[in-house]
């Protein structure tokens, strides 16, 4: 399995912007279909978004539409998810994931590698 670390959490303000990394170590990056997903307290873990293989493809979660943008650097075994407009309800710990299928199922369970998370935090 791959290896994933996030990066670049922190706090931002209402209205702000932040990019996240997630930067992999294994096999070849550009075999992996790369998820985001987060998971605020009492709260269940939810599908942010997600980018094919070839970076071709990308899929967004209807509240974060619009204002974020996921995508890829293979050369870099990397993803990034920026995320602009924030509001207080996408504070969460933000998770990516990896999985070697098709970019078929954005449920939590059909992704295999999972990175440590990074706590974002918007406040006004």
């Known amino acids: 399995q791959v290896q994933l670390v996030e990066s670049g959490g922190g706090l931002v303000q209402t209205g702000g912007s932040l990019r996240l990394s997630c930067a992999a170590s294994?096999?070849?990056?550009?075999?992996?279909?790369v998820g985001w997903f987060r998971q605020a307290p009492g709260k269940e873990r939810e599908f942010v978004a997600a980018i094919s293989r070839r970076g071709d493809t990308t899929y967004y979660a209807d509240s974060v539409k619009g204002r974020f943008t996921i995508s890829r650097d293979n050369a870099k075994n990397t993803v990034y998810l920026q995320m602009n407009s924030l509001k207080d309800e996408d504070t969460a710990v933000y998770y990516c994931a990896a999985k070697t299928n098709g970019l078929a199922a954005t449920s939590a369970s059909s992704f295999g590698s999972w990175g440590q998370g990074t706590q974002v935090t918007v406040s006004s």
């Open positions: 294994g096999r070849a990056f550009s075999s992996y279909t």
